[in-house]
């Protein structure tokens, strides 16, 4: 069975510092792994996706690696911005029988304080 | 391209009651899922529907039921409601394959008095 864990659980930082996110996951058999932002009460919209033979997606200052063997992705946001606060959820979609679904991590609920 | 919309948006019902929940799917798409998101939580995965069939299930009872019609839209219908189903629901669309991103409704607010 997929587990996925996110560390730290929560993390305030100050506006302008750069700061990565870690999701890590039992089961290296994946399609994809996906990072997601959440803001309070609101659905999720999706930032990156990285297949699995990839090793990394970047879009603007956000930067996603993967590294399938050690299940382990990082999500690295640079120069962080007030309007970044908001929980950070990573997922992956497994492989063979169980590629119908995601398997969520319980996020990281990221403050940039200004 | 229409983004993957939900109704409603909030719901209150009563313990026992049954309730329905709408998503329609991102314009070409023709896969849905949903999930259900308790507080504090990552979204757990309920069932999928792929061109009207149910393509994939998670750990949750027979109480928990869907539909996908030929518009691609879909309905998730929850009967017995318990305390436990408040939650958000979410509802996300994709098209075919494992290989393609899903994308998210904004959720219904489910609260279970």
């Known amino acids: 069975k997929q587990e996925v864990t996110q560390i730290p659980a929560a993390l305030s930082v100050p506006e302008g510092e750069n700061l990565v996110l870690n999701c890590s996951f039992t089961?290296?058999?994946?399609?994809?792994l996906q990072w997601f932002r959440q803001d309070p009460g609101k659905g999720l919209t999706s930032l990156l996706l990285?297949?699995?033979?990839?090793r990394e997606q970047t879009s603007g200052r956000l930067n996603a690696s993967l590294d399938k063997s050690s299940g382990r992705s990082t999500l690295y946001i640079a120069a962080s911005q007030p309007g970044d606060s908001a929980t950070y959820l990573c997922?992956?979609?497994?492989?063979?029988?169980?590629?119908?679904?995601?398997?969520f991590g319980k996020g990281t609920l990221l403050t940039v304080n200004p | 391209e229409t983004g993957v919309t939900q109704s409603p948006t909030h719901l209150i019902k009563t313990r026992g009651q049954q309730v329905t929940l709408r998503c329609s799917s991102q314009?070409?798409?023709?896969?849905v899922s949903w999930y259900q998101q308790a507080l504090g939580q990552g979204p757990q995965f309920i069932f999928q529907?792929?061109?009207?069939?149910?393509?994939g299930r998670g750990n949750f009872p027979p109480r928990f039921s869907g539909l996908q019609f030929p518009n691609y839209s879909s309905e998730l219908n929850v009967n017995a409601l318990e305390l436990d189903d408040s939650a958000l629901y979410l509802c996300?669309?994709?098209?075919?394959?494992?290989?393609?991103?899903?994308?998210f409704g904004p959720g219904t607010r489910l609260t279970v008095l």
């Open positions: 314009s070409g798409h023709n896969t």
């Open positions: 990285i297949q699995s033979s990839q």
């Open positions: 996300a669309s994709s098209l075919d394959s494992a290989y393609n991103e899903q994308f």
């Open positions: 997922a992956v979609r497994g492989s063979g029988g169980s590629n119908y679904k995601l398997t």
């Open positions: 089961d290296s058999a994946i399609y994809n």
């Open positions: 529907y792929y061109r009207e069939e149910e393509n």
